[in-house]
């Protein structure tokens, strides 16, 4: 049993653990059984601002440290999330609600981030520009852009801090983490790592608490210098707005609505797999989960089969539990969102095929059975909006154009998947999607090398890789006149 014994002083500003200044609390649930964890402290706008304030202060020390030294505080990093895996991926799924196994992937994922970012670090080049003009040198310097606030999600509450912090600490910029209300406790766990690794003082701060008071602190101020955010698209859009007066970056990471074309030349077999992969992981609740399926007409019914077996052997149950392959939804009003979607779609004529009610599982949580709906149009709720939840609806398609039509007829674009055998079809859909990542049968796309973000409302930036560092720096231009 995990114990945290000062949960309290959950706020971590100037390298002291401390309470908030009402001494106000919130619980951590469970959100499989329903019990209370713990309690952590609810921080307001002056603890942000002190937040800031202790960010600003430790940014001219930090920067100015060698990219060497701050690559091995990221490595030391990355080796403790790997020594603390199994403490690291019990607090998640006990906050969270994911299977084990999902959580342990989530905490090596984080480690990743960290290990990739202490490369990068040594590796953030400028250049030299040769120039028209006899006499000048002209040099691009990449700077870190200075203090920035990371608002991370609950659905992902480990590694959606790795992949912010990671690159903003390699480039040598100092951070104000705000995570979920719902999952404090991997981000307190991350934050202690990150100090035992020789993070100096002021460089990460943690506050936990109220997301309009905080986020009004941290888009008011002139010292935080962008905000990395992932989330809904209505918050993104909200904070872009309340950066404008102080002309902030901005890297965001919102909501997706990934469709999944399935051709006839697919492998069916890998694609019915990697489907449900895509769809119940984490219970659906994924940004880059499949939100709806196109199969080609002629191989509908084997795939449908296939998918069918499948989901009548997931296993729906606490994710501390051995062979538990879904865990609940996240509270309440998730629930409800997946039930009004399942409810509308079989009023406007939908077949539920598999699920389509709420599980009863002989716990408090709320969990939903895997659901699978055919005869499903485009003015279902399902089809337009994110359901964030286990429920997966299918439509046919014959013309490869027409698919790709329907694929990009949103406003969304996130992530896209399709399942082919033929190369010429893959290369073609594959450029004809409109979206910042396009899985040819793979939709397990997300690595710490790679650059992951959307398009159109779905996010401005690209987290991982070696452009994921380029979101925290400055280009400066030195052009030089000499004698
Ligand atoms: P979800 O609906 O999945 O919880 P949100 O976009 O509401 O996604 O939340 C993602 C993160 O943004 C969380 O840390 C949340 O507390 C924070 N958040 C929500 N509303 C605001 C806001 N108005 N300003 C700043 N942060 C916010």
Request: aromatic share 6%; glycine share 8%; net charge negative.
């Amino acid at each position: 049993m995990i114990i945290w014994d000062d949960s309290l002083n959950s706020l971590f500003i100037n390298g002291k653990w401390q309470s908030s200044i009402s001494g106000r609390s919130e619980s951590v649930i469970n959100p499989a059984t329903h019990e209370k964890l713990t309690e952590v402290a609810w921080a307001g706008r002056t603890e942000a601002e002190s937040a800031i304030q202790s960010a600003s202060s430790a940014f001219h020390s930090w920067s100015k440290k060698t990219a060497r030294e701050r690559s091995e505080i990221l490595y030391r990093t990355h080796e403790l999330l790997l020594e603390r895996v199994d403490r690291l991926s019990t607090i998640l799924t006990m906050e969270q609600g994911k299977p084990l196994a999902e959580a342990k992937g989530e905490i090596r994922s984080a480690a990743n981030f960290f290990l990739w970012y202490a490369e990068e670090a040594n590796r953030l080049y400028g250049e030299w520009i040769p120039s028209s003009i006899p006499g000048k040198r002209l040099l691009v310097k990449p700077e870190p852009i200075g203090v920035i606030a990371a608002i991370t999600p609950w659905n992902f509450p480990s590694s959606m801090i790795a992949r912010k912090l990671a690159p903003a600490l390699a480039s040598g910029c100092t951070v104000i983490l705000k995570p979920a209300p719902e999952t404090p406790l991997s981000a307190i766990e991350l934050v202690s790592i990150l100090a035992e690794a020789g993070v100096p003082d002021g460089v990460v701060n943690l506050v936990t608490g109220d997301a309009l008071e905080i986020g009004s602190a941290l888009m008011e101020s002139r010292d935080v210098r962008l905000i990395t955010f992932t989330g809904s698209t209505e918050v993104g859009k909200l904070l872009m707005k309340g950066s404008a007066d102080t002309l902030k970056k901005l890297s965001l990471e919102l909501g997706g609505h990934a469709p999944i074309l399935v051709f006839e030349d697919a492998n069916l077999e890998r694609a019915a797999s990697q489907t449900l992969a895509s769809k119940f992981r984490n219970s659906g609740q994924t940004c880059i989960c499949a939100n709806r399926v196109y199969v080609h007409e002629n191989v509908k019914e084997r795939f449908i089969d296939l998918l069918q077996n499948k989901i009548r052997h997931l296993k729906a149950g606490n994710g501390l539990e051995k062979s538990v392959d879904l865990g609940p939804l996240i509270n309440r009003q998730s629930l409800d969102k997946v039930q009004s979607h399942v409810e509308d779609a079989i009023q406007k004529g939908a077949k539920v095929l598999n699920g389509g009610a709420p599980l009863q599982v002989d716990l408090s949580g709320h969990f939903y059975s895997p659901t699978l709906l055919t005869k499903v149009t485009n003015d279902m709720k399902v089809m337009q909006e994110e359901t964030f939840g286990p429920l997966l609806p299918l439509q046919t398609f014959i013309e490869e154009a027409d698919v790709i039509h329907r694929a990009n007829d949103t406003d969304y674009g996130l992530a896209a998947y399709l399942f082919t055998e033929n190369l010429s079809r893959a290369t073609r859909v594959s450029e004809a999607l409109q979206y910042g990542i396009v899985g040819v049968n793979d939709v397990f796309p997300a690595v710490p090398e790679a650059p992951f973000g959307g398009i159109k409302q779905s996010g401005i930036g690209k987290e991982g890789g070696s452009l994921g560092i380029h979101e925290y720096v400055n280009i400066k231009y030195i052009s030089t006149m000499i004698d």
